[in-house]
Every structure is written in structure tokens, then in C-alpha cells.
């Protein structure tokens, strides 16, 4: 069992930079494999960017160049930087976790632990 809790969302205008954190606790084996996956009002929770077990990285075509993700083994903590934001990118974020992601680590049919979700928005 893993628990997740993200941090670091926030209000920011279009250009700007956020990092968001997840903190993992519990059986470290449960998050070998992490994401971040977003969704906003009246839209599929789509992953943005993960990491897997062998420390590869991916990200969607939409997010690509902007955001970074990276994971600090030693705190068993998640991060996702983001710059040059846009309002598109406006959504609830979330960390998941999983022994392991056969399906990508885009695809959220892989994880079962989230977090509660930590919410996002820019401004024009």
C-alpha cells in the first residue's frame, strides 16, 4: 500500500512556472512506477508525464518541452516542473502510483494509488 499526497498547485498567469510535489508514503515497492495525470471540467483524466521502473521518462505531445518530471528516490517524492503554463493547462493534477506500468506510464488503467489532487490554473 502507498499513500500519495500532492502538493504545490496554485494560481499562475500564462508564461509562468509552478512545481507540483508528491510525497509517497508506505511500501516503497508500490511506487516504482509514478504519473501525473490531469483533468479539467468535463474532460478524461489524461496522463501528462511519468516515470518507470527503470527510470524512463514520457510525456504527452501536449506537455512536451514544458514540463519536466523527476523522482527523488531517497524522499520517495514525485515532481512535476512546469513552465511556460498555458490556460489549456488549467486542471486538477494528480499523482498515481504502481509496482509497475505494463500499459505506459501514461495510461492510468496501470496505478492504483492517487492522491487527492492538487489544482491548477493560469491566466491569460
Known amino acids: 500500500q502507498v499513500q500519495l499526497v500532492e502538493s504545490g498547485g496554485g494560481s499562475v498567469q500564462a508564461g509562468g512556472s509552478l512545481r507540483l510535489s508528491c510525497a509517497a508514503s508506505?511500501?516503497?515497492?508500490?511506487?516504482?512506477?509514478m504519473g501525473w495525470f490531469r483533468q479539467a471540467p468535463g474532460k478524461e483524466r489524461e496522463g501528462v508525464a511519468g516515470?518507470?521502473?527503470?527510470?524512463?521518462?514520457s510525456y504527452s505531445d501536449s506537455v512536451k518541452g514544458r514540463f519536466t518530471i523527476s523522482k527523488d528516490t531517497a524522499k520517495n517524492t514525485l515532481y512535476l516542473q512546469m513552465n511556460s503554463l498555458k490556460p489549456e493547462d488549467t486542471a486538477m493534477y494528480y499523482c498515481?502510483?504502481?509496482?509497475?506500468?505494463?500499459?505506459?506510464?501514461?495510461?492510468?488503467?496501470?496505478?492504483?494509488?492517487w492522491g487527492q489532487g492538487t489544482q491548477v490554473t493560469v491566466s491569460s
Open positions: 508506505g511500501n516503497p515497492y508500490s511506487s516504482r512506477c
Open positions: 516515470i518507470d521502473t527503470d527510470a524512463s521518462t
Open positions: 498515481a502510483a504502481s509496482f509497475s506500468c505494463p500499459h505506459g506510464v501514461l495510461s492510468r488503467y496501470n496505478y492504483h494509488a
